[in-house]
């Protein structure tokens, strides 16, 4: 990743979580950092399929004390992920909602927005996955 992808990522970020401190650094020419307050939080991982540019985001969330791996995500996790992510994020406006018929994930919003799923992770707990397309970064 370039500078000028980090620093778009960076801006997009920003705007869409409500944080003016997060940002996006390198690590490599297909990867790099989500950092909140200077600290990283998040890998990211660049991908260009085909000439189709986007950025896969991952964020973990540890299980909570004692909670099962195959647990589901009802509403007290929902609330607990809820409250870790605008934590983790400074993400004010972040909900995590049920997903219709399906207690092995959660969808994530941001003012109303989809941005991505929560699921299971055996080795890792909860895991958020955000995509972002290059014309997302279009502004």
Do not use: W
Not at 90 to 96: F, G, K, S, T
């Amino acid at each position: 990743m370039n500078a000028t992808e980090c620093t778009r990522l960076g801006a997009y970020l920003s705007k869409l979580l409500g944080s003016p401190t997060v940002s996006v650094v390198a690590r490599g020419r297909d990867g790099g950092s989500l950092l909140v307050d200077g600290a990283a939080v998040a890998d990211l991982i660049r991908d260009d399929d085909e000439g189709e540019l986007s950025y896969a985001i991952s964020l973990a969330i540890p299980r909570a004390p004692g909670a099962k791996k195959n647990a589901p995500i009802d509403d007290a996790e929902r609330a607990r992920l809820q409250t870790a992510l605008r934590q983790k994020l400074h993400a004010a406006e972040l909900d995590v909602r049920a997903r219709p018929r399906k207690t092995d994930s959660a969808e994530v919003y941001v003012h109303g927005e989809f941005v991505g799923t929560i699921s299971a992770d055996e080795d890792e707990g909860q895991v958020l996955t955000m995509s972002i397309l290059e014309i997302d970064l279009e502004d």
